[in-house]
């Protein structure tokens, strides 16, 4: 009685990350009942690994853009946000 998607095809589709997080986030964490859904991990990629995935792409693209105009390697500060 196979009432749900097979693991192993949800790891390949959209990544162990994408499904730890639906279970994550399901009910099941507080025992209750799941019903595990590839359209939950679907919208798990959709509405949190993308737009994280998203602006990494541009914080790199922003640090590397930095680099060509100032020719200086861009250097994290965690201090700089308090800093005068």
């Not at 679907?42 to 602006?55: D, F, G, K, T």
């Not at 861009?74 to 201090?79: A, L, Q, T």
Request: include cysteine.
């Amino acid at each position: 009685l196979q009432n749900y998607p097979d693991p192993n095809i949800m790891f390949d589709n959209y990544g162990a990350d994408a499904v730890r997080m639906f279970l994550v986030n399901s009910p099941i964490v507080r025992g209750e009942n799941l019903r595990f859904r590839e359209e939950g991990v679907r919208e798990v990629v959709s509405r949190v690994m993308l737009p994280w995935v998203n602006a990494c792409r541009f914080f790199f693209g922003q640090a590397n853009l930095y680099q060509l105009v100032n020719g200086r390697e861009f250097k994290y500060n965690p201090h700089a946000p308090l800093s005068n």
